[in-house]
């Protein structure tokens, strides 16, 4: 287990317990399902955590699937919506026997990954998300790799935070088949450290 999944095991139920309450991503979540092909779209909440934007996706009709690699994380979410598919699993596993979509939902589940690490996890879900299938990304603006120390009940774990730029995050989409489509919606409380983007799968 590496540093950053032991911090989310270690900090879900604090997440749970801050974010369930908290609807500062629901204009976000609105602008998103406005944008998929159908009311009962089918949706993947990529790196869901305990769940609380994988409720408000379901609540607006779309049809989640949630992944994460955190088991204290995926736990919590399955508590707290019996109706929702949550399905422990990295990055790395992601392939067809998810199924397709119509379009994934990734807030602030990329800032882990490098960019070889991004590159194939954007191939991942090529497999997977429909021709035309929306991709929403909030993601930490700036370069390099921030380094966080937090010492949670008693222990230390390291966090790493990959920052990218808009234009380079464009780019990588682009090699990949998709295409920009808009800047997202975010509430001004995120910014500027953190930005939205929205692409569509070409091919």
Known sequence: MDGNQKFYDL?????????????????????????????????????CGPGQESMRLSAEGVRVTGIDYSAESIKIAKEKNATIDFR???????????????????????????????????????????????????????????????????????????QYTKENLIDMFREEGYSFVQDGYLDPVLRPNWDCVIFRKEI
């Not at 997440?15 to 993947?44: C, G, H, Q």
């Not at 990055?91 to 939902?105: A, M, P, R, V």
């Not at 429909?130 to 921030?146: C, E, S």
Request: one cysteine or more.
């Open 11 to 47: 900090s879900a139920r604090k997440y749970a317990a801050e974010w369930y309450p908290n609807e500062m991503m629901l204009p976000s979540i609105k602008e998103f399902v406005s944008l998929l092909p159908t009311p009962d779209a089918r949706v993947l909440d990529l790196g």
């Open 88 to 162: 422990l699993m990295s990055y790395d596993d992601i392939d067809e026997s998810l199924g397709k979509f119509d379009g994934i939902f990734s807030c602030s589940s990329i800032i882990h990954l490098n960019e070889t690490d991004l590159q194939k996890l954007l191939r991942n879900i090529c497999n997977i998300l429909k021709q035309d299938g929306v991709f929403l990304v909030i993601y930490r603006v700036g370069q390099g790799v921030i380094t966080q120390l937090h010492t949670i009940n008693g222990e230390t774990v390291e966090r790493t935070i990959v």
